[in-house]
């Protein structure tokens, strides 16, 4: 995962160097937070319990407000993101029960683009494309000659 980089909106996350832009600029969010937007990122479009981001965020031996902890790194996160608590683009609040990121996003591995949606090639296609490039005639496969055409 250290490679991984997910888009949204203006928005690049990149789990690798830990870090979060806006239109290639660094947005100023600390770690705890961060670490809060990446776990509800991986979980988009999922109810994620105040539960879930406690173990998520501390482990079972730290003693902290986890309820404050929450409320402060979910306020940080709609700070950096300049989310609408009322109108969310980005996290919405359950009421009572947790979080969920809710922004469309396009996933990118290091080095490779992401596909052209809706192009498809049938097998027929390709075939046909293939036979081209090797300078073969589709239409005549074997490299018989044609009957002279008729009058």
């Known amino acids: 995962m ?15 160097r ?19 937007l990446m776990f509800l990122v991986e979980k988009r479009g999922q109810l994620v319990t105040r539960e879930q981001i406690s173990s998520e965020l501390w482990s079972k031996d730290v003693f902290v407000d986890v ?17 609408d608590a009322g109108e969310p683009q980005y996290l919405q609040t359950v009421v009572g029960r947790g979080y969920r990121f809710v922004a469309p996003t396009a996933e990118e591995d290091a080095g490779s683009q992401p596909p052209a949606e809706g192009f498809v090639v049938t097998p027929e296609e390709l075939g046909r494309a293939i036979m081209t490039a090797a300078g073969l005639d589709p239409e005549n496969p074997r490299g018989t000659p044609k009957p002279p055409a008729e009058d």
């Open 18 to 36: 830990f870090q979060l832009c806006r239109r290639g600029i660094p947005v100023r969010l600390e770690g705890l937070p961060l670490q809060l």
């Open 2 to 16: 250290p490679e991984k980089k997910v888009r949204f909106d203006d928005f690049q996350l990149d789990y690798g």
């Open 67 to 83: 309820e404050q902890g929450i409320n402060t790194a979910i306020r940080k996160i709609r700070r950096a993101l300049a989310d």
